[in-house]
Each structure stands twice: as structure tokens, then as C-alpha cells.
């Protein structure tokens, strides 16, 4: 090997070095992060409900093999509910009976419907997109219910799966 193709070896190895503990300096140092899918953060990241006001809701729904979460939402009658959809693993679909709301929940990005449940029973959400071996079983519900209404901050908790 000649004295130039050493030099060269020796300078871009070299190089490298310098830029693979510049970027792990970058990360973990400076705590430089790099940006990421808006599914990939909170809110949208867990299932859960928020009480915006006077039954006023928003439902953020996360979609994942081969379940929905929260499982269970509990809320008033004459409840208006902004759903934010959102998968985690592959595409899925939300259809809640009894209503016109029907979503797909694809993965990286976040779907939304406002719609009103007035009457009292259990409106079931059902996974419409095949999603592996799981998804008939791919369900949910929200229940109408004047308990909701008559326990103050009881409906803003809803994790059940
Ligand atoms: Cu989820 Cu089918």
C-alpha cells in the first residue's frame, strides 16, 4: 500500500471518529432530538378523556392491535364529543354504532368527527379495517349514562380496556 492510500485511510477514519461522537455528543450531551411523527407524542400517544366543559369531551382514541384505548368511555346524555383517532402499530378503522361516525385510524397521522350521543345506552366501537388476526374481536364502548353526569369528575376518567 502506498504512503497516499495510508494517509488517505488514516484521514477519513479519522473523520468519521469525529462525526460518530459529534452526532453521540449531539444526542446525548446537548440532548439534541430529532423530530418525530405527531402520533409519536402526547396527547395522541394514550387513550384518554378530557372534560372541555359543560358536556363538552375530548376523547383522544388510540387504536392498537387488537383493542381501542380507553376500552371504555363513559359519558352524560347530550354529550358533544371531538374524537381524535389515532393508530399505533397498523391501519384500523373506528365505526360507532348508531351514528354516523366512521374512521380510519392510520398510522402517523390523526383523524377527527364532533358529534353529539344523546341517548342513554352503549354505543360500540368496532374496528371496521382487517388488522391481523385479532380484529373481530377489535371493539369498544361508550356508554351513555346519567351516572356520568351524576358523578362530577367520574367521567373524566375512562381507562378500562
Ligand atoms: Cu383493528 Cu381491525
Redo the contacts with the bound molecule.
Sequence with gaps: MERSEKLILVVSGTLMGVFLLLLVYSGLGLGVVVPTCITDVRPFTQGRVEQRGPRQYDVYLV????FFDPGEIRLPPGSEVNLYLS?LD????AYIEGTNVNLM?VPGSVNFARFRLEGEGVYRVL??????L???N?AGKIIITREAAAAPGAELVAGAR
Design positions: 387504536s392498537r392491535m387488537w393508530a397498523v391501519t384500523h378503522g385510524a374496528c371496521h379495517e382487517y388488522c391481523g385479532g380484529h373481530q377489535m
